[in-house]
């Protein structure tokens, strides 16, 4: 299995555009969030707010070829580091079929190898799966060099790690 990250570009924004519509409501974050469908059918489909911010980094994730996913990787702090030359996770999706296989934590160790310092790595507070999937592979990556942040009170919680020396 050939897994790569893909810069995205104009030529890819509609493939892009559906990827995010289906990954931010309609598709996984239902159980996380409570939002009826828009009449037209989308809930946030424009890639246009990613492709045109010099401060995120957008790549497909592909497997043999094939689309399974994307990755989005902000050059700043996002909630718990403030600092303008750190990276964070900003979107990361894996559709249901290639789930599973190992796919996520080989793009993620991927982009963390790509980008090197200050990271942060945030999820829902009610996204159980999303906050074990990214506590595992964090601490594989970094061999248990991280620091969590948030609590129950917070929206988001997540990880904190530097891969400057990894």
């Not at 995010?20 to 707010?49: H, M, Q, S, V």
């Not at 994307?70 to 079929?97: C, M, P, W």
């Not at 980008?115 to 942060?120: A, F």
């Amino acid at each position: 299995m050939n897994i790569q990250l893909d810069r995205i570009t104009q030529s890819g924004k509609r493939a892009f555009s559906q990827l995010i519509n289906l990954y931010n409501f309609n598709y996984d974050f239902t159980n996380y969030l409570n939002d009826d469908i828009p009449e037209d059918g989308f809930f946030y489909g424009d890639a246009d707010y990613y492709l045109s911010n010099e401060k995120m980094q957008n790549y497909f994730i592909r497997v043999d070829g094939k689309i399974a996913g994307y990755l989005v990787i902000a050059e700043e702090g996002n909630r718990y580091l403030q600092d303008d030359r750190s990276h964070n996770i900003d979107e990361f999706f894996i559709t249901r079929k290639y789930r599973r296989k190992g796919i996520g934590r080989t793009a993620s160790t991927m982009a963390f190898d790509m980008y090197k310092g200050n990271w942060e790595v945030c999820q829902m507070q009610d996204n159980i799966p999303a906050q074990h999937f990214w506590l595992s592979v964090i601490d594989q990556y970094t061999n248990g060099n991280y620091e969590k942040c948030g609590s129950t009170d917070d929206e988001m919680v997540g990880l904190i790690f530097n891969n400057s020396t990894l």
